[in-house]
């Protein structure tokens, strides 16, 4: 069994849809499948017409027949060798989430995101997405039937209850420092509750956005959070950050899932997030509390009340761990999308 998987960017990139496209690879590799990589530049949904031009050759000079699963960061953008590559190459999109729900795109750029990625989808064999509510999304905004979908949640490594800090509360966010991870909601939040005893920190890289990373930084030191904030950039192996932590807290303003919430279920750690895409299908009531999306008082009181009363923490601990224990793993979700590739091979 053959599949070319075809990504843009950098692989190696310590985000949630780069870490899910290279446990599937690796679970594809384990289940027989022949995987070549076939990288389709940098840029990407914006890339230069240039980077588009290469990209676009690249596919096309794939053999009549061959199987290619493209991620959707490029896939959305790339309608037009969708339509005209469609009738002799086997298409499958992997969509983590739709390009025109990204934050921070004008309505015409939006507008202009959403026809091209429906225009695409209209042409792929099948599309992979990561959770239900990508799922409800693409039927509703994009025309796609529900039966052209197979939803794979990402899978969660089972991990050790969190130890925590010990001492004074510390509240751990990960997430890239673009707008969509709603960092700066959170900062924000911190300044209302900085009469609370809790240090805080904020892993994620600093290179997807420059400039909402340099925002973040003047945030946290206008704000006079300079001493109990840190920013850590992008961090190889977490483990030790949740292990150390007491609270997870993330205001992204949208999520296609969320693995980083997974993962803090598994370790048990009680989760203060917004109402706001694929959220709610992975944090139960049981786990966290959920507020409206950009609602700064909220996403304070939440955090005020899981740091105030230790009952309340300790029960939302109990909830995440056992949510946690209840999510799938990565040989069961490469097992979904592996059987769903064999078919249309």
């Given amino acids: 069994m053959n599949l070319v998987f075809a990504y843009p960017g950098d692989l190696s990139l310590r985000t949630g849809g780069y870490g899910y496209d290279r446990r599937l690879i690796a679970t594809f590799e384990a289940e027989g499948w022949q995987v070549r990589l076939l990288p389709l530049g940098d840029g990407f949904p914006a890339p230069t017409d240039a980077t588009r031009r290469a990209a676009e050759e690249a596919l096309s000079s794939l053999a009549d027949g061959q199987l290619v699963m493209i991620d959707g960061l490029a896939f959305g953008v790339l309608d037009d060798f969708a339509a005209r590559e469609a009738g002799r190459l086997r298409l499958v999109a992997l969509v983590h989430h739709p390009l025109a729900l990204e934050t921070g795109l ?78 700066d909601i959170l900062i924000a939040a911190l300044k209302q509750i900085e009469d609370l005893d809790w240090t805080a920190t904020i892993a994620g890289s600093r290179d997807l956005d420059p400039k909402a990373a340099a925002a973040l930084d003047r945030q946290i030191g206008e704000a006079g959070l300079s001493g109990r904030v840190r920013l850590v950039g992008a961090v190889e192996d977490t483990d030790a950050l949740y292990a150390g932590a007491d609270v997870f807290a993330l205001a992204s303003r949208y999520e296609g899932y969320g693995m980083v919430f997974a993962e803090a279920l598994a370790r048990g750690l009680p989760i203060v997030a917004c109402r706001a895409g694929a959220v709610p299908d992975v944090v139960p009531q049981t786990a966290g509390t959920l507020v409206p999306v950009d609602d700064v008082s909220a996403f304070a009181d939440a955090l005020r009340s899981l740091l105030s009363d230790h009952d309340l923490r300790r029960s939302k601990a109990a909830g995440a761990r056992a949510a946690g224990a209840r999510l799938p793993d990565w040989r069961e979700t490469g097992k979904i999308v592996s059987q769903m590739l064999e078919r249309i091979a």
Avoid: C
């Avoid at 039927?139 to 209850?161: L, S, W, Y």
């Fill in 106 to 183: 004008g309505p015409d750029e939006a507008m202009a995101l959403r026809r091209s990625e429906t225009r695409a989808l209209e042409h792929v064999r099948h599309i992979v997405v990561t959770s239900p509510e990508t799922a409800r999304e693409l039927e509703t905004g994009f025309g796609v039937g529900r039966d052209r979908i197979t939803v794979a949640v990402p899978g969660t490594d089972p991990a050790p209850q969190a130890a925590g800090s010990g001492g004074v509360p510390h509240i751990l966010s990960i997430g890239s420092l673009t707008r969509r991870k709603g960092h």
